[in-house]
């Protein structure tokens, strides 16, 4: 019904930066808040940002003023701007999103399937 794909991931050195960018496409018809989580080696999925539809933003303490959640409710796409990236940003990003299907008007959590960055020199 509705599909998430991000893009963007690669590897970068320590202090670099990243712009990741998540698109959903399908049978929407609105979408609420949207989201980005990573998820390390060995951790568990953890919150990154999150935007709700009116532009309301939350950032995790491990990246505030480093990283910043957009969104273009236009396109149904989510960003992500990372900013001075350290080794331990390394992790598969994920972005989700809530949204009503044309279909039914279900509300529903939906996933993408990840973007990987890479921090290493």
């Known amino acids: 019904q509705v599909q998430l794909v991000e893009s963007g991931g690669d590897l970068v050195q320590p202090g670099g930066s990243l712009r990741l960018s998540c698109a959903a496409s399908?049978?929407?018809?609105?979408?609420?808040?949207m989201g980005w989580y990573r998820q390390a080696p060995g951790k568990e999925r953890e919150l990154v940002a999150r935007?709700?539809?009116?532009?309301?933003?939350n950032h995790a303490d491990s990246v505030k003023g480093r990283f910043t959640i957009s969104r273009d409710s236009a396109k149904n796409a989510v960003y992500l701007q990372m900013n001075s990236l350290k080794p331990e940003d390394t992790a598969v990003y994920y972005c989700?999103?809530?949204?009503?299907?044309?279909?039914?008007?279900?509300?529903?959590?939906?996933w993408g399937k990840g973007t990987l960055v890479t921090v290493s020199s």
């Open positions: 399908g049978s929407i018809f609105s979408v609420n808040a």
């Open positions: 935007i709700s539809s009116g532009g309301s933003t």
């Open positions: 989700n999103g809530e949204f009503k299907a044309t279909t039914d008007h279900v509300l529903r959590l939906y």
